[in-house]
């Protein structure tokens, strides 16, 4: 099976999750978008969607999918979206679509996290995928400073040369060489440094399922 018809099989796999007459939070990522095209199939029996990031509010709308404002609505019933790492506790990294912020959130938003993934995303621990951190751009030297004292390497990610905006108008530094053993306890220091958004590490919100796409087929983890 190739790594997108995985990615077709946990985003249909998902649909189950999603509780009928609710508003669902949805991620964002090439597997979330393949569970926005399965979604669009239940398009009658659901309100309509939280969105974590303009490009899945712009696949959302294509399909004729109502997009609410998460300021608009109170908790969700569930929050689906992908992950670049995930380990044996439930624990993720985030954030390559740099959308983590706003993912973060509609997380927080969400009682359930179902997390959907192939599984060359099932890690031992987290680190092996550059950690994201959305920074405010005036503390990005500082930040970076600080992530090698804890022996990681920060870059800021680029495109077209340039950095990177995210929806929220801040940069991203990518950071390697870190293993990441106590996520709870990390995601909390990280996120206090000043001029750090949010980072990628979702132990405070991890997932409480994982629906991961294997050769033989979806593979249910729960944690
Ligand atoms: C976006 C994310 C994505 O969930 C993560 O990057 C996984 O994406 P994909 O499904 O394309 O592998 O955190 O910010």
């Known amino acids: 099976m190739t790594q997108d018809e995985l990615k077709a099989l946990v985003g249909q796999a ?3 999750y999603v509780v ?6 949805v991620g ?3 597997t979330v978008n393949k569970f926005i095209e399965a979604l669009a199939s239940m398009k009658g029996r659901v309100p309509g969607a939280v969105s974590s990031s303009n490009a899945s509010t712009e696949r959302l709308q294509a399909l004729g999918i109502r997009v609410f404002d998460a300021a608009e609505v109170g908790e969700l019933a569930v929050y689906i979206d992908g992950a670049d790492e995930i380990d044996g506790r439930g624990y993720m990294v985030k954030g390559g679509g740099a959308a983590l912020t706003r993912e973060k ?3 927080a938003q969400s009682r359930r996290f179902v997390c959907i993934a192939d599984d060359s995303k099932r890690v031992e621990v987290l680190g092996r995928f550059p950690l994201p951190v959305e920074v405010i751009p005036m503390a990005t030297q500082r930040i970076a400073r600080q992530f090698q004292a804890l022996g990681g390497t920060a870059r800021v990610r680029l495109k077209d040369g340039v950095p990177l ?3 929220n108008g801040q940069h991203i530094l990518d950071v390697t060489g870190l293993q990441i053993r106590e996520p709870l306890a990390f995601e909390s220091e990280v996120n206090q440094w000043p001029g750090v958004v949010t ?9 409480a399922v994982c629906l991961l796409a294997t050769a033989r087929g979806v593979q249910t983890l729960e944690f």
């Open 14 to 16: 998902a649909l189950k």
């Open 20 to 25: 009928p007459g609710e508003i669902v939070g």
């Open 28 to 30: 964002t990522g090439s």
């Open 105 to 107: 959130i509609v997380a």
């Open 165 to 167: 905006v995210t929806d």
């Open 199 to 207: 980072v990628g590490v979702f132990a405070h919100q991890k997932a």
